[in-house]
């Protein structure tokens, strides 16, 4: 077991941690010691996961819980699991996410990428705020990316009815990881909990996987160029536990530095009338 790290003592929950960017992020979280509450959603994948964590750390004391994020019920269970099982709560960091070639509906009636990317993150941060206040001071990451730059959102067409592509749709769920750090941030300012958003950087892994040959031969080609999971994995543990990071939130950040998102995701406006379509599409009202 990780001793000493800066983690030591601390409660995480990780989202998405049964591959790539999110499997490199639970694998140093427990090396710098945190108390661990993975979420993944395949059964395989989370025992190949708790596999990997305890022949690279020796650790076998990580809770490893199985949720589909696409699904708000499935949202709500996991965080009364989680609300059951840790007193506490340090850091919480929202990294599960999809990119869908297809438009694609979840069980709730919408649209596949936004509801996982985005909704998911609201929902799951709205139902554990208590405990993380409670825990204070507090983080909360949110795992964007700079392919927010070509995602402009639309709200009134959230759904993306009126026309589907998969980086424009990609795209506008992580603007809205983007606006909804930035809003929380805003609402949260003199409670002790900090919360910021990132981009990992391009990665190899298996976000985009599995949308059809051609596409997977594309994935294949373009992932010689990309960063492995470990490095996209820095900028996630620089957040959730540095103590440079301490105080500071609603920023957008990459290779462990501050950036500027686009314009579009900068507008405290959209911000809070996007907030107000994710409380109407969520039922749920933040304390």
Partial sequence: MAAGGMLQGKTVLLTGASSG????????????????LL?????????ETLAEIRQRTGRDDV???????????????????????AERLDVLVNNAGVTLARRELTVDGLEATFATNHLAYFLLTGLLLPRLRASAPARIVNVASDAHRIGKLDLDDLQN???Y?????????????ILFTQE???????????????HPGGIRS??????????????????IFLKSPEQGARTSLHLASSPEVEGISGRYWKDCHEHAPSAHARDPELARRLWEKSEELTGLRYP
């Fill in 21 to 36: 960017i999110g499997r490199a992020t639970a694998v140093g979280l427990a090396q710098q010691g945190a108390t661990l």
């Fill in 39 to 47: 979420v993944g959603r395949t059964p395989e994948r989370c025992a």
């Fill in 63 to 85: 809770a490893m819980l199985q949720a589909d994020l696409s699904s708000q019920q499935d949202v709500r269970r996991l965080a009364g699991d989680v609300l059951a099982r």
């Fill in 161 to 163: 009815e009126r026309s």
């Fill in 165 to 177: 592509g998969v980086m424009r749709v990609y795209g506008q769920s992580k603007a809205a990881n």
């Fill in 184 to 198: 929380l941030a805003r609402r949260l300012t003199g409670t002790g909990v900090t919360v910021n958003c990132l």
């Fill in 206 to 223: 298996n976000l985009g996987r599995g949308n059809g040959p051609i596409l997977d031969t594309v994935h294949r080609f373009v992932s």
